[in-house]
């Protein structure tokens, strides 16, 4: 099992930034990589960005390359997502995923969300 906590959220005006924090804890030595994940009022949860473990590879969704870095920090066992020049449209709850397979593509444990509001 591994437990997530994420922190960070809040209300930002469009142009500013916010910084999202992912705290991992219990069997972390077992997952292959991290992600962020978001999900607007009405829509479906969609891909943000994602990192693996050992050799911090990245991948972003088209929406945020440019804008978004995620990183680790392996010695807390915590993931980032810097948001810059943040839009309306990034508005939504954001959740830190783990992904405990290579082989397999699926996030199997997941934070409780962080509310991102950007103002117009």
């Known amino acids: 099992q591994v437990q997530l906590v994420e922190s960070g959220g809040g209300l930002v005006q469009a142009g500013g930034s916010l910084r999202l924090s992912c705290a991992a804890s219990?069997?972390?030595?077992?997952?292959?990589?991290m992600g962020w994940f978001r999900q607007a009022p009405g829509k479906e949860r969609e891909f943000v960005a994602g990192?693996?473990?050992?050799?911090?590879?990245?991948n972003y969704a088209d929406s945020v390359k440019g804008r978004f870095a995620i990183f680790r920090d392996n010695v807390k066992n915590t993931v980032y997502l810097q948001m810059n020049s943040l839009k309306p449209e990034d508005t939504a709850v954001y959740y830190c995923?783990?992904?405990?397979?290579?082989?397999?593509?699926?996030?199997?444990?997941w934070g409780q969300g962080t509310q991102v509001i950007v103002s117009s």
């Open positions: 995923a783990a992904r405990p397979s290579a082989l397999r593509a699926t996030y199997d444990y």
């Open positions: 219990g069997r972390t030595f077992t997952t292959y990589a």
């Open positions: 990192i693996t473990w050992s050799r911090g590879t990245t």
